[in-house]
Nanobody
Framework: QVQLVESGGGLVQAGGSVRLSCAASGRTFSTYVMGWFRQAPGKERQFVAAISWSGSGTTYADSVKGRFTISRDNAKNTVYLQMNSLKLEDTAVYYC?????????????????WGQGTQVTVSS
């Protein structure tokens, strides 16, 4: 069982930056692939980024490639999402998720554990 708690969201101006953190409980954090997803009002949950258990592999949605960076610190049981050059369309609730069975999956269905989400609002 893994419990995930996101933090770091808030209000930021377009073009600005914010870093999200996701703290995980449990001793097996380093064995999980971790992902970030987002959901805007009235829209489906959308894949953002994922990172392998070791941190050596990452994948990103095309919409955030070159602007967002996912990383992890297994010693701290934490995964991060550095978000730069933010756009209005990045406004959403951001969720971190853990996946123990699959690789760098883009499908939310492959992730077993989810955090409660943190709101990121980008203003003009």
């Amino acid at each position: 069982q893994v419990q995930l708690v996101e933090s770091g969201g808030g209000l930021v101006q377009a073009g600005g930056s914010v870093r999200l953190s996701c703290a995980a409980s449990g001793r097996t954090f380093s064995t999980y692939v971790m992902g970030w997803f987002r959901q805007a009002p009235g829209k489906e949950r959308q894949f953002v980024a994922a990172i392998s258990w070791s941190g050596s592999g990452t994948t990103y949605a095309d919409s955030v490639k070159g602007r967002f960076t996912i990383s992890r610190d297994n010693a701290k049981n934490t995964v991060y999402l550095q978000m730069n050059s933010l756009k209005l369309e990045d406004t959403a609730v951001y969720y971190c998720a853990a996946n123990s069975r699959y690789g760098l999956e883009l499908s939310a269905m492959r992730y077993e554990y989810w955090g409660q989400g943190t709101q990121v609002t980008v203003s003009s």
